[in-house]
């Protein structure tokens, strides 16, 4: 089944009668100044890892070099003296020797990448020592009369080629994802008082530096706050930060004040802790000095390291790996469950089969979930501004059985696999007018945003320790962000595999709140 034509299904089972039973949805939104609105209606790319990209590069050194000498063996030692294993062994090992000696010569870097003369510089010298450090090997270990010169000549000079005309080529990409803004680290820089000018100072003038500072925020209107630090431009106060980085691509929070205002700095982390970016403390004009290994580095600039965005880099990618590749076979095993649901809710009561619901997704983006219907349709609620309680009269007969049992939520695997705006495991993607009482989620209890540094899941640590369903009092509510919180934290690939696990029994043994 293509993408495409399954969220067609998706869209033709869910608009023909979705639309006479939506209610207005109002957003609350700050207000941002005219230069912080300005940004953020610039158009952003999607952000890569270096750390990520690295890696790949590895990987493609290996495969290319392995390639190349196998294909010189195969083609010309084999049909000469037949098969040898030594020919093999030392393919891979010479491969893995030389990715070590790149790593070593510390030229996988992608500011390294961009250039030509340092990394081709580096890379023909490690390639060379690599090669005499094995023809030293087999000289002692007497395998030298058995390898043949030609061959390693040939392997020599095109494993070579073959790496010149990568690196030619990812010089190429790079240069293109560095020009889309891809490799930047978009920062905010919080102080525009004369440490913060300073900052920005040191940050911009540092050569192939991958910071790109957006402007500063400040919550001061004396003549300490500057409008423009070092060509930097104000964007606002600091409770605006939380929703410029919610409308825009923010990397890192960037703290320009000195580590005495610990007061001040405390205050502004409350706010801004729940934004799924890396925030650090800025150590540049700061006269106390820690050991080297207390800081992290912006190039040459010290900071100190306060909170990190969760789930980044090659944690990302195996994330990704798991919804997709888990997430597609559920999706096949749950096809002919979801045949007989559909049918039953079409039967039923009249009205669509699936039922779409705004909810908050990762960094507070709205997001549409799909569900089996299980209200009426003419007593839908797409906002969930009212909750579902015991015996509710808007739910029908077979809504009951796919709410209690959780069907009702199958169809958000096509989130997942398709949409890939839900993850298998995460905290629940509440309603966006979820309440408890008359007061939504987030003025209910502090630190609520938090939640949504990850993206949602299907299922998540909450539901399995048995906080699913009606939120009729603090508690409940207080002990979901909790647990959401301690998986973010603890996650792992495992730690998802354990609660997918862990969710079919606690469907059946923890459901006594899910009406």
Partial sequence: MEPLNARSMLDAATSAAAKPADQPFVERRRR?????????????????????????????????????????YVGYVMPLSGFNWVYPAEVVAVAVAAVICFQAADIYQVQLFRGQLRQMTRMISSWSFVFLLFIGISFFAKYGSEISRLWLAAFYFLGLAALIAERLVLRSLVRG??????????????????????????????????????GVFD?????????????????GKVDDIVEFARRTRVDLVLFALPISAETRILEMLKKLWVLPVDIRLSAHTNKLRFRPRSYSYLGEVPTLDVFEAPITDWDLVMKWLFDRVVGSLALLAALPVMGLVALAVKLDSPGPVLFRQKRFGFNNERIDVYKFRSMYHHQADPTASKVVTKNDPRVTRVGRFIRKTSLDELPQLFNVVFSGNLSLVGPRPHAVQGKLQSRLFDEAVDGYFARHRVKPGITGWAQINGWRGEIDNEEKIQKRVEFDLYYIENWSVLFDLYILLKTPISLLTKNENAY
Avoid: M
């Fill in 32 to 72: 941002l100044t005219p230069a912080a609105l300005e940004v953020v209606n610039q158009k952003v790319a999607r952000a890569y890892s270096p750390i990520v990209i690295a890696g790949f590069v590895r990987l493609a050194d290996f495969t290319l070099l392995s390639l190349v000498g196998i294909t010189l």
């Fill in 177 to 214: 994802w560095a020009r889309q803004g891809r490799l930047d680290r978009r920062t905010i820089v919080v102080g525009s008082d004369s440490n913060g000018e300073q900052l920005v100072e040191a940050l911009e003038g540092q050569e192939d530096s991958d910071i790109h500072v957006l």
């Fill in 219 to 235: 919550d001061r209107n004396d003549s300490r706050a500057l409008d423009t630090c070092a060509g930097a431009q104000k964007l």
